[in-house]
């Protein structure tokens, strides 16, 4: 299928499309598009993995302010610069090489799928945990989450819907926002954090307002309104609207899933594993859109259930019982490893099989051998 994306942000059109267009000329020519992909993916990772070395339970900022060093909040602003970079001009790079492929497509959007958890993950360590003056609390941290996935889950939902992928608005401004985030913390200190700004009102409670009315009241009535209007056009992908809804079943029962655990959770699982629920949360999330991305490009009709729910839906409720009792946090840990696992296994799989099928190396630009 043919790729088909509209941007209308004035921010990524006006300032943002002009800096990439400069950067896409010192990129050689025989680099693959998805070895771009794959660089920024591997930045935030790592990235994210230092801050976690710093701060695994999220109180770093709260309590002992020093703790993450300077260096780690500035290299953060560096990693997500040039991750966004990277997730820009991979797709004019794969058109400047004719390169342009299915795989790449996916590539770029199954690793986008998963990036959107760790930018967030990463970001509460900014901010930190709640410890009665300032900070957030976990909750707060799980519904954030939650609802940056949901966006972007949206987006999915509507090019699997109409075909064309509407870039979110919500999108650059993150970006932007992220390294400015970072640059103040490694210039000012997270103190600034725990300051109030205006009115009583802190800067973590101003961007919890801010993503939460972009999310209710531009992101997704937009998505509404352009699959209202591909079916004003006649131009909808599938004609029944149990078709059009098959997609939301998967992340509407994972998230009320993971939300019944986290409410019921006899040990309060959040409070006493943020780091590793929520990442859960991010992985879970991923693979359940990447199968959507699948579907939506090969026009296939996605499964209602999507596997991970069944052994969730076991731990979930063996842990709102009582049963695990204190074995709760271990068996999230190997949830958590088995889901992480499968995850990349699935990752590793789709693209082997779609280099295989389209005859091409995902991160190289020579042609495979035809045997």
């Known amino acids: 299928s043919q790729y088909s994306a509209v941007d209308t942000n004035p921010l990524s059109v006006y300032i943002m499309q002009p800096i990439w267009n400069k950067i896409i000329k010192i990129v050689p020519l025989w680099i693959a598009p998805n070895l771009l992909t794959f660089s920024g993916f591997v930045m935030i990772l790592f990235n994210y993995f230092l801050i976690s070395f710093y701060d695994w339970d999220y109180t770093a900022s709260g309590t002992s302010p020093g703790l993450v060093p300077t260096w780690v909040w500035l290299f953060s602003a560096f ?11 991979d797709g004019k790079h794969a058109r400047r090489t004719q390169s342009s492929t299915p795989l790449g497509e996916l590539f770029d959007h199954g690793l986008d799928s998963w990036a959107t958890s760790i930018f967030v993950l990463s970001f509460f360590s900014v901010c930190s945990r709640d410890n009665g003056k300032t900070g957030v609390s976990v909750y707060t941290m799980y519904i ?6 949901f966006n972007f889950m949206c987006s999915h939902w509507e090019k699997y819907n109409t075909g064309v992928l509407f870039l979110p608005w919500g999108y650059d401004i993150s970006q932007v926002v992220l390294i400015a985030a970072y640059l103040l913390t ?4 997270v103190e600034v954090w725990q300051k109030p700004l205006l009115f009583g009102y802190y800067i973590t409670d101003v961007l919890v307002i801010l993503l939460i009315g972009f999310s209710l009241f531009l992101s997704f009535p937009q998505t509404l309104y352009n699959i209202h209007r591909a079916h004003l056009k006649k131009t909808l992908k599938n004609d029944s609207l149990y078709e059009g809804l098959l997609p939301l079943v998967s992340p509407l029962l994972l998230f009320i899933l993971l939300t019944v655990w986290v409410v019921l959770s006899p040990s309060n699982i959040l409070a006493k594993q943020p780091r590793l629920f929520l990442w859960m949360v991010g992985v879970a999330f991923s693979n359940v859109i990447c199968k959507v991305i699948v ?15 069944f052994p969730l839906a076991l731990v979930v409720s063996a842990a709102a019982s009582g049963l695990l009792g204190c074995t709760e946090e271990a068996v999230l840990g190997v ?3 088995l889901l992480t696992a499968a995850h990349l296994h699935y990752g590793v799989c ?16 020579k042609k495979r051998v035809q045997e």
């Open 144 to 149: 954030y989450l939650s609802i940056v996935l």
């Open 186 to 189: 490694g210039t000012v200190g």
């Open 79 to 89: 990693t997500t610069f040039c991750a966004y970079a990277l997730d820009s001009i």
């Open 295 to 309: 579907c939506q490009m090969s026009s296939t009709r996605p499964e209602p259930l999507h596997w991970f729910l």
């Open 350 to 365: 789709v693209g082997r099989q779609l280099s295989e099928h389209l005859n091409i190396y995902i991160f190289s630009l």
């Open 335 to 337: 949830l958590t490893a």
